[in-house]
């Protein structure tokens, strides 16, 4: 049984930094790019691609609104993928959520929702302005 399990959420000040975990277990890790997704509060939000890491980090993607405040990075031998936010701003407040997507399919495009294959339950960010 697959299961990414995210944590590091809470409340910060805006200008702050949190640091998200996401680990996996029930999956070869290195054979999955993995993203994180976010959901601001508020009925009808949509599903908003932050960050893509591809097995060997040698392909990085960020929205553009989280470019040079956000890292994402992953730790193979730990099966865990990192998401460092710095200079947080109180639109980064949602539910941040972790995705796998399995990368020897083609054509697979790691900004779209739909191409991932497992979801974590999420973690929630309140950034205080």
């Known amino acids: 049984q697959v299961q990414l399990v995210e944590s590091g959420g809470g409340l910060v000040q805006a200008g702050g930094s949190l640091r998200l975990s996401c680990v996996a277990s029930?999956?070869?890790?290195?054979?999955?790019?993995m993203g994180w997704f976010r959901q601001a509060p508020g009925q009808g939000q949509e599903l908003e691609f932050v960050a893509a890491i591809s097995w060997s980090a040698d392909s990085i993607d960020y929205t553009d609104s989280v470019n040079g405040r956000f890292t994402i990075s992953r730790d193979n031998s730990w099966n865990t993928v990192y998401l460092q936010m710095n200079s947080l701003k109180s639109e980064d407040t949602a539910d941040y959520y972790c995705?796998?997507?399995?990368?020897?399919?083609?054509?697979?495009?790691?900004?779209?929702?739909?191409?991932?294959?497992?979801w974590g339950q999420g973690t929630q960010v309140t950034v205080s302005s």
């Open positions: 029930g999956l070869t890790f290195s054979s999955y790019t």
């Open positions: 995705a796998a997507t399995y990368r020897f399919r083609s054509n697979y495009d790691p900004r779209v929702r739909r191409w991932y294959d497992y």
